[in-house]
């Protein structure tokens, strides 16, 4: 074999490992064209700093948006006319000096406009994916709607929402007990519907699908198993 034959054989073998992975979500690609390097560092030192929990009045709101780079939400029915979000921020890092400096750096902004809540964090572009996970718990009066954007990390509605709207990547979805409409938009993990009386329009790609009891279903999949 010619040595332009052999470096052929050997790109081509080179480009499918490199495909698998991609693929698989190993290695990912965001925004830029650049490497996805943000898997957490130093999981076992975990340092969590609770933040100041928001409180709204349902007359006050009828939509809550977030905004979450990396962690978690969950959202569960209330039993009270009230809406309530406890952020958490967990910080991975062996130095807890250091731990409390990056966790400062972190700023949960609210803004409410038009009965729209939006939350979100600061920074947004140079957030540090390798240290630091956000968890919001949220309860709400049924008849809010939901609008969660969500990284590396799950995402579960339990009860609550008239409009679900999730998108979430890296991490699995789990929605059950709903009365409205049910948008999902996912990619790497598992997605579980369960009991959604009206329709459900689920997109999902490398993931576990579990869906059953819903009003009408909406599916598209790829590299998915469903159940």
């Known amino acids: 074999m010619k040595k332009r034959d052999l470096f052929i054989v050997l790109a081509v073998l080179a480009f499918g490992i490199f495909y ?12 830029g064209c650049s490497f996805d390097n943000r898997g957490l560092r130093d999981r076992n030192h975990s340092n969590s700093f609770a933040r100041e929990e928001l409180r709204y009045a349902v007359s006050d709101i009828s ?42 750096d972190i700023q949960v902004v609210t803004s409410v406009t038009a009965n729209k809540l939006k939350i979100y964090l600061k920074p947004g572009e140079d957030f540090p994916y390798t240290r630091v996970r956000v968890h919001f718990r949220v309860t709400i009066p049924e008849g809010v709607d939901l609008d969660l954007w969500n990284r590396y990390g799950d995402v579960v509605v339990y009860g609550a929402g ?6 979430n990547k890296h991490g699995n979805v ?7 409409e049910l948008k999902i938009r996912h990619k790497h993990g598992k997605v579980m519907v369960r009991e959604v009386k009206e329709r459900v329009d689920l997109s999902s790609r490398h993931s576990r699908i579990t869906v059953n009891r819903v009003g009408a279903l909406k599916l598209h999949c790829g590299h998915s198993v469903v159940y």
């Open 63 to 104: 939509e809550i948006e977030i905004d979450n780079p990396a962690g978690s939400i969950e959202v569960e029915k209330a039993d009270n006319p009230k809406i309530q979000v406890k952020p958490e921020v967990r910080v991975y890092h062996r130095n807890n000096e250091r731990a409390a400096e990056i966790n400062r």
């Open 162 to 167: 008239k409009r679900t709207i999730i998108d």
């Open 174 to 180: 789990t929605a059950k007990h709903l009365n409205g």
């Open 20 to 31: 698998n992975y991609v693929d698989s979500g190993e290695i990912r690609f965001y925004d």
